[in-house]
């Protein structure tokens, strides 16, 4: 079963197992994007198994692994022991909450020399809680929000659990981030000027790690996940 499903040119992305994030089921994505030299950029890993190591290695050689916030850990050990010579990068908060990994490199509000060019990326700031970074994949003008966006199917989480999330604004026809984390958002000037420069992107698709992206008009659909910034 092919595992991989192509998301435009030289970006895939990859559904992984349900986890449990404080009782709540939620499902998780990864993106692979294969960068002009063949290396591939790993963002939010998802678990790894047998079938899934085969399909990417079929794509080319991991060469980094990308957590884009400090909640999306959990495989990150996996895949460097698979991929040892995979560089590991950090979102702020990261290497002091899991102090267990040895992190190669930060990520910030420029894109390393490894993808400049053909990823861009920002840190989208604005709230002590949590900071996230945004990527943006040129060739496939796609941004990838891992946390910022969630936007679950109706139905997707039951009985008490279905009234919080839809409280919590991420299960459709609401989406964006939860509630909670929006409401931490304390210097909104910062927030809009990040929500500025993904916009000037222009994305057409947008991937998220939680139910539902794009494949087209994503800045409409960005504008929308984001009213509660305006
Ligand atoms: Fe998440």
Known sequence: MTRLLPWGEDLWIVDGPVVNFFGFRYPTRMAAIRLSGGKLFIW?????????????????????LVSPNKLHHLSLRQWKEAYPSAQLHAPP????????????ATLGNEAPSDWAGEIDQLC?????????????????????????????????????????????????????????WRMTFLDRKLARL???????????QV????????????????????????
């Open 44 to 64: 939010s890993p998802v678990r790894l198994d047998g079938e899934l190591k085969e399909e990417i290695d079929a794509l080319g050689a991991v060469a980094h």
């Open 93 to 104: 908060g990261l290497a002091k909450k899991r102090r267990d990994i040895r992190f190669d």
């Open 124 to 180: 989208f700031g604005g709230s002590p809680a949590m900071a996230e970074i945004v990527f943006f994949h040129r060739k496939s003008r796609t941004a990838l929000f891992c946390d910022l966006i969630e936007h679950l199917p109706r139905g997707w989480f039951t009985g008490w659990r279905g009234l919080v999330a839809r409280l919590d604004g991420i299960v459709e026809p609401d989406f964006g981030a939860p509630r909670e």
């Open 194 to 204: 990040a929500l500025g420069r993904i916009l000037d992107w222009h994305p057409g």
């Open 207 to 230: 991937v998220i790690a939680h139910g539902d992206g794009v494949r087209a008009d994503g800045e409409a659909f960005i504008r929308r996940a984001f009213r509660w910034l305006a």
